[in-house]
């Protein structure tokens, strides 16, 4: 059984950086497209970046040119590089499996605080 867990959250100040890895267990991803997403406090879930097996990634608007998906199948771990951070990138981070039209797998999330 597939088993997702995120690292690599924190406390950073605005501007900084952070690499998030979604590291899998259980099950190889490599076959499998794996996307991130957050909710940040009061809001919904949104899809944020999104990476399928040969390694095409999507990144939502909000986000892009500051974060990057990429996948290292070797490690079956996926990341998200996060630069030049902003206080509304505040939020719980989360990995999930593609599966059909939606996704599975969810992990327990990592948290990141971007506060000066």
């Known amino acids: 059984q597939l088993e997702l867990v995120e690292s690599g959250g924190g406390l950073v100040q605005p501007g900084g950086s952070l690499r998030l890895s979604c590291i899998a267990s259980g099950v190889t991803i490599k076959y499998y497209a794996i996307g991130w997403f957050r909710q940040a406090p009061g809001k919904e879930r949104e899809g944020i970046a999104y990476?399928?097996?040969?390694?095409?990634?999507t990144i939502t608007d909000s986000v892009k040119g500051r974060f990057t998906i990429s996948r290292d199948n070797a490690k079956n771990t996926v990341y998200l590089q996060m630069n030049s951070l902003k206080p509304e990138d505040t939020g719980v981070y989360y990995c999930?499996?593609?599966?059909?039209?939606?996704?599975?797998?969810w992990g327990q999330g990592t948290q990141v605080t971007v506060s000066s």
């Open positions: 990476i399928n097996s040969v390694g095409d990634s």
């Open positions: 999930a499996k593609k599966d059909g039209i939606g996704y599975d797998s």
